[in-house]
């Protein structure tokens, strides 16, 4: 903060987070994310609008579409699915779609040919198709 309020009365503007990096020798990301620690908090009930007659507050404006109910919901039966699969099919799994590797990839890895990797996929989706309903 010191050095931000000296950059700002020798130049009359911000600093970058890059400038505050350098010269503080961290990374950005510390930068940011101590900055954004010092922040105060804001209660989502504060209005953000008000036009007389009705307001908008934060809640109304921040939307949260990856940690829906529905989300929830389907992660935890993905997860029970997943948790019935033998621990080669799980890997194979997880690399294959949730890491996002080939058949290829995956089978180098681990050490077993392509065919292998997706004949245990195939497996592995019948499994959790078995389990998922």
Do not use: C
């Not at 020798?10 to 900055?35: C, D, F, Q, R, Y």
Request: net charge negative; charged share 35%.
């Amino acid at each position: 903060m010191q050095f931000k309020e000296k950059y700002v009365r020798e130049n009359g503007k911000e600093p970058t987070l890059s400038e505050i990096a350098k010269e503080l020798e961290v990374e950005e990301e510390e930068i940011s994310m101590s900055l954004d620690a010092i922040q105060d908090p804001v209660s989502l009930q504060e209005p953000v609008f008000n036009d007389g007659q009705e307001s908008i507050y934060i809640m109304d404006q921040v939307k949260d579409s990856k940690n829906t109910d529905e989300f929830w919901a389907e992660n935890m039966t993905i997860n029970q699915a997943m948790s019935r699969l033998n621990d080669k099919e799980k890997m194979i799994i997880n690399k294959r779609f949730f890491e996002g590797r080939t058949q290829m990839e995956v089978a180098s890895e681990i050490g077993i040919s392509q065919a292998q990797v997706s004949r245990l996929e195939k497996s592995a989706i019948t499994h959790l198709k078995k389990n998922y309903k």
